[in-house]
Every structure is written in structure tokens, then in C-alpha cells.
């Protein structure tokens, strides 16, 4: 129903593709759009949902953090997270016809990039929130839900994803000090993600950037498997299980070879350790 009243709006002459466009860019700029009566109803509605997104950052890098509900930003991601899934690479052949606003913005290598510009914004928000909520669970696990699915591998949209400049921005999640489960979950997408990579050499090199830092954590832990009653060494050997473990549950036939190339002689140390 919402495609086919975007295609009599478009008929009518009601909206445009630039217009929602437009309508789309400025809400995360905070400016108010030329003709915001000219943007797709269901594009508003993301549009407005955006622009709380960025009054939700600027809020937060302010310093107003205490005076912002954590409910209202788990929301907010559920929201981006359904809207993405719906509208984001939409497969225009499931539609009969697609309504020409989403044929101009979000179909894949559509005319006016709606679909790249968005992720784009997603993926940094993902990061982001990983970065500023890492204490605020409710927060987190909504923000590594959507990153999971961005990053299933079933997700058609992953081979476009891959490809954005902000995608190295969820590798960096990695680095973050965060509850064990969610470790896991950001080490199981990242090695998802992984096997969207056509080129063999460029999945292997995505793979061992990801798991080298986690071998040479693990070989110095053996090597001061004597001080393993010290609780220091203990929370370090739980993180790195934590990381191996998210890295199993990530992989899949087209992955697991090289993943299990790098890490054998670790995996045969486990009992020792």
C-alpha cells in the first residue's frame, strides 16, 4: 500500500525523487528542506526519525548525555533497523511496478544513490553508539542487532555494503572494551561480513587483519600460563575465548578453511590452556 500511494503521489505530480532526497539530507544537517511537501510520505517519516538521530549526537558529544533516554535511542535504532531492511538495495522486482521515488533512490546503483548515502549513515550511527553506549545495554544490543543484519551473510544488500568508505568503521569495533556477549556478536558479524568478498585475496586480507590481533593475544597469554591464577591474565584469556568464539560462530564454508589455517595451532592449545 505504501508503494502503490508513492506511485499516484509521483503521478499526481505531489513529489519528487530530489525533493525527498533533499528532505533526507538536510535532517541529519538540522536544516529545514527547499519543499518538504514534495518528499515521499514514508521518506518524511524516515527523514524526521534521522533528524531526532542527530539531535541524539550532537545532544550526547555536548555533554547532555543524562538528560537523553536510552529508551528513546534503542527505539530510534530499531526504527533505522527496519526502515534499512525494508527500503535500503530494495529488490524493485518484488514490486509491480516500484514506485519511481524508490526507483530513483534506493533500488541498487539507483540515479540518485538514495541507498548508499543511508547506509552510509547507519553504518557510522552503528559505530557510533557502540563507541558512546558501550555502558547502556538496551542501546547496545538494538545497535548490534542492525549490524547483524546488515552484515548477514544471506543479505543480498552485503556485497553493496562492503564497498561504502564507512564499513571500516564497524572494524574498528573490535577495539572496544564491551560485555563478553556483545564482543562475540561483533566478532561473528565481522567475520560474516567477511565472506561478501568475490575476491579471494581480498576476503583473506579482510580475515587476517581480523584474526592476527587475536592470535598474537592468545600467544602471549601461553606464555604466562604460569600466572594463570593472576585475575589479570584470567580477564584477558575470557576476552580473547569471547573473540574466538564470536569468530566460530561467524564463519562458513567459504571462510572456514582460511580462518581455521590461521588459527590451528591456538585451537590445539585450548585444552592447555
Same mark, same amino acid.
Request: hydrophobic share 40%; with cysteine; net charge negative.
Given at each position: ?11 499526481? /505530480? ?10 533526507? @539530507? ?13 518528499? *515521499? ?6 527523514? %524526521? ?7 541524539? %549526537? ?7 548525555? &543524562? ?19 525494508? =527500503? ?5 522486482? =518484488? =514490486? ?18 538514495? &541507498? %548508499?548515502? @543511508? ?6 550511527? #552503528? ?15 538494538? &545497535? ?6 546488515? !552484515? ?16 571500516? %568503521? /564497524? ?44 592470535? #598474537?593475544?592468545? *600467544? ?6 604460569? /600466572? ?10 575470557? !576476552? ?34
Amino acid at each position: 500500500e505504501i508503494n502503490e500511494l508513492s506511485s499516484q503521489l509521483s503521478q499526481e /505530480l505531489k513529489i519528487d525523487s530530489q525533493s525527498s532526497l533533499e528532505t533526507l @539530507t538536510k535532517s541529519v544537517q538540522l536544516q529545514p528542506p527547499q519543499e518538504p511537501s514534495k518528499c *515521499d510520505p514514508a521518506v518524511r517519516v524516515f527523514a %524526521n526519525v534521522l533528524r531526532l538521530c542527530e539531535m541524539e %549526537n550532537r545532544a550526547i558529544e555536548s555533554g547532555f548525555g &543524562s538528560t537523553w533516554s536510552p529508551l528513546l535511542s534503542s527505539t530510534i535504532m530499531w526504527f533505522i533497523g527496519m526502515f534499512t531492511n525494508s =527500503y535500503i538495495y530494495v529488490d524493485g522486482t =518484488y =514490486y509491480s511496478p516500484l514506485a519511481p521515488i524508490y526507483t530513483d533512490l534506493f533500488i541498487v546503483n539507483a540515479p540518485l544513490q538514495g &541507498s %548508499n548515502w @543511508t547506509m552510509n549513515f547507519v553504518i557510522n550511527k #552503528v559505530a557510533w553508539n557502540m563507541h558512546k553506549y558501550h555502558h547502556d545495554v538496551d542501546v547496545v544490543e538494538e &545497535s548490534i542487532r542492525l549490524f547483524l543484519d546488515i !552484515v548477514n551473510v544471506r543479505n543480498q544488500k552485503l556485497p553493496h555494503i562492503i564497498e561504502l568508505e564507512s564499513f571500516q %568503521n /564497524l572494524i574498528h569495533m573490535r577495539d572496544l572494551q564491551l560485555d563478553s556477549k556483545v564482543k562475540r556478536n561483533v566478532y561473528k558479524g565481522l567475520i560474516m561480513a567477511t565472506a561478501a568478498f568475490q575476491n579471494v585475496e581480498q576476503r583473506q586480507e579482510c580475515l587476517r587483519h581480523l584474526l592476527e590481533p587475536i592470535g #598474537v593475544r592468545f *600467544d602471549v597469554i601461553f606464555g604466562d600460563r604460569q /600466572l594463570v591464577h593472576d585475575t589479570a591474565l584470567r580477564e584477558k584469556i575470557l !576476552v580473547v575465548l569471547d573473540e574466538m568464539t564470536g569468530v566460530a560462530q561467524g564463519i562458513n564454508g567459504s571462510t572456514f578453511p582460511y580462518v581455521y589455517s590461521l588459527m590451528r595451532e591456538r585451537f590445539r592449545l585450548l585444552p592447555e590452556i
